[in-house]
């Protein structure tokens, strides 16, 4: 549906800040988010603002560049998904705290850091994936059910060190408590029907094919598979249950954006921030990627909207971010992925 984009170079991207004429009209992105969702919206802010946007794509190694890089970078902003993502560029101190009128109407409290260093765009849930033949409607309702017997050898996952299942562990830290957390993670790891591995569309395929009969993952997932060909028929296999915590919501991710701490265009940053964060844009960029807008009065796209309706959790997601190490460690401690 969207043109690929090149992938913009250091070099690139430093010349194109290397006149204070040229630097007046552009702003330098650096993104962990895949060049065909970043596209629709630096088209439509270009063409809102006439300021030009630079995109170079990161699949690893931001934080390192920022920090090689430093008061030199020509990078104004970042955007990623995944709230431990966000925290480390905060935590690496490469990043600026930025309010704006526009910015606190846009996004609730719980989906920005509460120092102003990150601003949410979209979320995602992790859910579970369902077999529509051998699993009945109320069979799992909470994330706690995952660590009922009844499910030994019926469930399928990616590794457990995969920074959405670190998130999820880390919301489960925080409802359950330290042990009560590494009692859900035996739990679950004796009920698993192989050993973990692949991606979260690599669940829903086991599921199809039998090897097991309920999955984690995001839900945008099913977006993606439904508008595969190849992979249609998984996504059909299965029903979205939206879990949640006992006396709480679902638990969501969310993709970010920041502001660097040397971004030499910074007033055209904000304008693009604000941008991001506006019902417009945070549209299309749910449309683009199947995922859920956050400002206030936006509604998700029509096949979302299908999958059903879902409370997200409501604990601020830095606060996660804070108990990423102890999540880390406690997957280790029970040997998850093995």
Known sequence: MFKHIKRATLATLSLAIASPAVAAEVVNVYSYREPELIKPLTDAFTKETGIKVNVAYLKKGMVERLQAEGARSPADLVLTVDISRLAAVVNAGVTQPVSSDALEANVPAAYHDPENHW????????????????????????????????????????????????????AVIHHLGEEGAKTWLEGVKANLARKPQGNDRAQVKAIWSGECDIAIGNTYYMGKMLKDPEQQAWAESVNIVFPTFENAGTHVNISGVAMTKSAPNKENALKMMEFLTSPVAQEIYAEANFEYPIAPGTEADGLVKSWGSFTADEVNLMDLAKLRGTALKLIETVDFDN
Do not use: F, M, Q
């Not at 799992?140 to 999820?168: F, H």
């Open 119 to 170: 601003w949410g765009l979209t979320t995602r849930a992790r859910i579970v994936y369902a077999s529509k033949e051998r699993v009945a409607e109320g069979d799992v309702t909470t994330y706690e059910d995952l660590a009922d017997p009844k499910w030994k050898g019926r469930i399928c996952t990616r590794s457990g060190t995969n920074a959405y299942n670190v998130a999820l562990t880390a």
